[in-house]
């Protein structure tokens, strides 16, 4: 059970399979969500994928849990300025995720563990 919830929370299982997973119902399980899959995209390891910022509920649309997932970052040498992955949107009911717009704070495209 817990290798098809982390396959489904990953998008590694069709969007049909999101119909029988259970709901997102915290912040850190948004977290670990968003964690699995980019983890996956990435082919990086899960350790390498440290926190995430969730916005404060008020700010977050109905439905959704928006956050920036951070990491510790190998491609800029060492030096990098931020160790922002990037911004995500959990949806509440299915476990998908989608890129965040900041800029014009909206849903923007569903993100799946292919490249």
């Not at 982390?6 to 709901?23: E, F, K, T, W, Y």
């Not at 190998?74 to 800029?103: H, L, P, Y």
Request: a positive charge.
């Amino acid at each position: 059970m817990a290798l098809a919830l982390a396959l489904i929370g990953a998008g590694m299982l069709p969007p049909s399979a999101h119909a029988h997973a259970p709901p997102v119902r915290t912040e850190k399980a948004a977290c670990g969500v968003v964690k699995a899959l980019i983890s996956a995209k990435l082919s990086i390891p899960a350790s390498k994928v440290l926190w995430c910022d969730v916005i404060v509920p008020e700010s977050q649309p109905k439905g959704y849990f928006v956050l920036a997932l951070h990491g510790s970052r190998t491609d800029c040498g060492g030096v990098c300025g931020s160790t922002n992955i990037g911004w995500f949107a959990v949806q509440k009911t299915t476990r998908r995720v989608f890129e965040w717009d900041v800029a014009e704070w909206r849903l923007g495209q569903l993100v799946t563990a292919k490249r």
